[in-house]
């Protein structure tokens, strides 16, 4: 079964700081994605990744930038976090086109 | 623009009663659709895709491509439904299956 681990379920920060929400998974999948959900708004793309080291913008990618180093990590950096990034973070991932998404259970990240 | 529409935020039904929950979606070429549950508490995870064709947990959903829908279909709903419910289009092509999610549909089924 794909497991997709999200470091952190729960996490609260202060405004201006740097914070990092890590994703792992085990099956050797191409394809990660940082998304963030919100009341009303659903599931938003912030950045998706199809290869180490290869990142591409979503739909709300401003204030957020991301790292993959290694095929099995993505890592969601909010290098100046402010109060309207306080929502649910989910990351998920997919071996290919043709596969589905396999979700994590969320880091709920609140920015005082 | 690629949409994907859920009008319902939420749909309250009786125990044992038909459910649909709406989805349509805009896009010029051949998505792929998927409808995903999130169950409280719970990750969210895949339902069924409409590829596939089957049914799964009593849940079915056809793609109409002349009404731009793919509308999630039980005939009898449980308690044990309950849950937020996502309409998902993946365009397709390109070098990955990026999803665009509807805002979702929190179903209530009540005893």
Known sequence: D????QSSRYLVKRTGEKVF?????DMDHENMFWYRQDPGLGLRLIYFSYDVKMKEKGDIPEGYSVSREKKERFSLILESASTNQTSMYLCASSSSLVRPQHFGDGTRLSIL | AQRVTQ??????????APVELKCNYSYSGS?????????SRQ???????HISRESIKGFTADLNKGETSFHLKKPFAQEEDSAMYYCALSPGGGATNKLIFGT???LAVQP
């Not at chain 2, 009008?7 to 044992?16: M, R, W």
């Not at chain 2, 990750?43 to 895709?49: E, G, T, V």
């Open chain 2, 104 to 106: 979702g549909t929190l």
């Open chain 2, 7 to 16: 009008p319902e935020k939420l749909l309250s039904v009786f125990k044992g």
């Open chain 2, 43 to 49: 990750r969210l995870q895949l339902l069924l895709r």
């Open chain 2, 31 to 39: 998505p792929e659709l998927f409808w995903y549950v999130q169950y």
């Open chain 1, 2 to 5: 794909v497991k997709v681990t």
């Open chain 1, 21 to 25: 929400l890590e994703c792992v998974q």
